[in-house]
């Protein structure tokens, strides 16, 4: 393989000029804020405001629910292209939801970087920890935002030292703000020298840019208060002293994150942010795959579904599998390959997410993320290939965290609900496990909220009613490993053992108790929380 990337060919221009990404958050630190800006700046919306309509409507459970049957705006906004100067960016988005967090993660599978955007109040909070080490587990570039700092914030050095305790990650410092709260004036931009004031009179213009000739320029006297100046100084040389320079390599590793400071709502540190994704942003990067990686500049078209979004129309059940592509250049009509069923596909009505509009995909290339509508053949974790075998790795299923019983409302449409259910687990909305004694099935969700929301679209898109119920089980293992092990095991617990949607074993239990007798009983045995979708 080393001999394959010393070889590497230069990547062709127009996959070199794509930067794909998501949002990491907590709830409120102002994603929605910092992607309507990044829109406006990327000339994909003319005026702020347009976007905060979805984010405010996240806010509630009601709304929530009737932004999922209303899916064509959470679909439009599932990644969204942009140009901004020489470069396209595919902002794919994560849902913001806690309860979602597995959807979450799948999505991070199918980017080359993160921005993590933090409260300057608040710091690292819970949700940004465990979407980091998602980030952490495929060593993936991360890029910070440290957002609101019009408003009263924590200490600078603070905010850093928290981000390298708590998550483990060396911080260099890109911009350095200058004043706090109603004092904050803007930046000290440290990657080019320059100063840039915030303008808090109107929220949509862009900073004032100063060119500054290092920290003695008495040109930083013109603009900056005198005590605030000091402090700056003093900062800055300490900054220097105790914290790392930007190393691309590091970034481009996930040991270092440079980290921005700005205010979204006041279009702050926004453009800064996005020159720093332009610049240090990786390009569209190999992808892991059996039997060998694939590199974006293969010419032969690859990619693989992150994400199944059904019945966007309860008319017609229809399904848009989104699909990143891993190599080459896509041309609308092409046959691909399905590796999974070893058929061909013609991909005659791809979409691109062009902002706010959905748009027929003419072409694409590495990197990029399009629409593919289909009834049902593609699924998460498959691979689109021009022929060759090859099966991207590395996209989780993760174990459940809640199990649920399922029941029809009408007894006589219990067929009809397994349906539905089969339909979701694929979609990856839930798990499914059919026991292997009794009747029913038992859903898993990872967040509460995720069984009203089934409950819901079942009843909305299949016309039925369904009831959950507790379960005596509260946790789910697969089954893998030496199969006559695994055989033995299986007829000695059955009580315990389902198959999921795929048709694979699953151990299901209420105790821990239960896991650490199975790993101590069959060494042969493996019992893991996530499985890899294939
Ligand atoms: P999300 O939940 O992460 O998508 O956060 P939002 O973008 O919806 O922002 C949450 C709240 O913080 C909203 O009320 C925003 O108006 C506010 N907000 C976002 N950015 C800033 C900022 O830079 N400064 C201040 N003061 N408030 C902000």
């Known amino acids: 393989m080393l001999d394959a990337l010393e070889n590497r060919t230069a990547l062709p221009p127009e996959i070199a000029r794509r930067r794909t990404f998501a949002i990491?958050?907590?709830?409120?630190?102002?994603?929605?804020?910092?992607?309507?800006?990044?829109?406006?700046?990327?000339?994909?919306?003319?005026?702020?405001?347009?976007?905060?309509?979805?984010?405010?409507a996240r806010r509630t459970r009601s709304d929530f629910m009737q932004m999922e049957k209303d899916r064509g705006i959470s679909v439009s906004a599932s990644a969204m292209s942009f140009d901004y100067k020489q470069f396209r960016f595919n902002l794919v988005?994560?849902?913001?939801?806690?309860?979602?967090?597995?959807?979450?993660?799948?999505?991070?599978?199918?980017?080359?970087?993160?921005?993590?955007?933090?409260?300057?109040?608040?710091?690292?909070?819970?949700?940004?920890?465990?979407?980091?080490e998602v980030c952490r587990l495929r060593d993936l570039p991360i890029l910070t935002f440290c957002n609101k700092m019009d408003r009263e914030s924590r200490d600078t050095f603070e905010i850093i030292d928290e981000i390298q305790e708590n998550l483990a990650i060396d911080v260099t410092p890109a911009s350095w703000p200058i004043g706090t709260g109603r004092d904050f004036i803007g930046c000290y931009d440290i990657l080019r020298d320059r100063l840039e004031l915030i303008d808090r009179?109107?929220?949509?213009?862009?900073?004032?840019?100063?060119?500054?000739?290092?920290?003695?320029?008495?040109?930083?006297?013109?603009?900056?208060?005198?005590?605030?100046?000091?402090?700056?100084?003093?900062?800055?040389?300490?900054?220097?002293?105790?914290?790392?320079?930007?190393?691309?390599?590091?970034?481009?590793?996930?040991?270092l994150t440079p980290i921005w400071?700005?205010?979204?709502?006041?279009?702050?540190?926004?453009?800064?942010?996005?020159?720093?994704?332009?610049?240090?942003?990786?390009?569209?990067?190999?992808?892991?795959?059996?039997?060998?990686?694939?590199?974006?500049?293969?010419?032969?078209?690859?990619?693989?579904?992150?994400?199944?979004?059904?019945?966007?129309?309860?008319?017609?059940?229809?399904?848009?599998?989104?699909?990143?592509?891993?190599?080459?250049?896509?041309e609308r009509g092409m046959k691909l390959l399905h590796v999974r069923s070893k058929k061909p596909m013609t991909i005659t009505n791809p979409v691109m997410f062009l902002a706010a509009?959905?748009?027929?995909?003419?072409?694409?290339?590495?990197?990029?993320?399009?629409?593919?509508?289909?009834?049902?053949?593609?699924?998460?974790?498959?691979?689109?290939?021009?022929?060759?075998e090859l099966r991207v790795t590395g996209i989780p299923s993760f174990a459940p965290e809640l199990l649920q019983t399922a029941r029809a409302g009408d007894?006589?449409?219990?067929?009809?609900?397994?349906?539905?259910?089969m339909q979701f687990a694929e979609e990856g909305a839930a798990k499914v496990f059919k026991p292997d004694i009794g009747s029913g099935f038992i859903v898993g969700v990872v967040g509460a909220l995720q069984f009203e929301v089934l409950a819901s679209r079942i009843e909305l898109e299949y016309?039925?009613?369904?009831?959950?119920?507790?379960?005596?089980?509260?946790?789910?293992?697969w089954v893998s490993g030496d199969r006559l092990a695994v055989e033995k095991f299986v007829?000695?617990?059955?009580?315990?053992?389902?198959?999921?949607?795929?048709?694979?074993?699953?151990?299901?239990?209420?105790?821990?108790?239960?896991?650490?007798?199975?790993?101590?009983?069959?060494?042969?045995?493996?019992?893991?929380?996530?499985?890899?979708?294939?």
Do not use: C
């Open 411 to 421: 007894p006589l449409k219990a067929k009809h609900l397994e349906k539905a259910l």
């Open 261 to 330: 400071f700005g205010s979204a709502i006041n279009s702050f540190g926004v453009r800064e942010l996005m020159d720093g994704i332009a610049t240090y942003g990786p390009v569209p990067q190999i992808q892991k795959a059996q039997p060998r990686e694939i590199l974006p500049e293969e010419p032969k078209v690859s990619g693989f579904v992150f994400k199944v979004q059904a019945n966007m129309d309860p008319k017609h059940r229809d399904r848009v599998a989104f699909v990143r592509l891993a190599s080459g250049h896509f």
């Open 491 to 534: 007829n000695a617990n059955k009580q315990h053992i389902a198959h999921d949607n795929d048709g694979d074993i699953v151990y299901l239990t209420r105790l821990q108790w239960d896991i650490d007798r199975v790993v101590r009983d069959y060494p042969d045995v493996k019992l893991t929380a996530t499985k890899e979708m294939m």
């Open 357 to 388: 509009d959905r748009e027929l995909a003419e072409e694409a290339w590495a990197g990029d993320i399009i629409g593919i509508p289909n009834h049902g053949q593609l699924r998460i974790g498959d691979t689109l290939t021009e022929g060759e």
């Open 24 to 56: 990491i958050s907590h709830p409120d630190a102002g994603k929605t804020t910092l992607t309507e800006k990044f829109l406006l700046f990327g000339g994909a919306i003319q005026m702020a405001g347009q976007v905060r309509a979805k984010g405010e």
């Open 201 to 255: 009179a109107d929220r949509n213009r862009v900073a004032e840019s100063i060119e500054i000739n290092g920290l003695s320029d008495p040109k930083l006297k013109q603009h900056v208060p005198a005590a605030l100046l000091e402090k700056l100084q003093e900062e800055l040389e300490m900054a220097r002293e105790l914290l790392p320079p930007l190393d691309p390599k590091a970034l481009l590793e996930g040991t």
């Open 463 to 477: 016309g039925l009613p369904v009831r959950f119920e507790p379960s005596q089980f509260t946790s789910a293992r």
């Open 93 to 132: 988005d994560t849902p913001g939801h806690s309860d979602f967090s597995e959807d979450t993660y799948r999505t991070l599978t199918a980017v080359d970087a993160a921005i993590m955007v933090i409260d300057g109040a608040k710091g690292v909070e819970s949700q940004t920890r465990k979407l980091f």
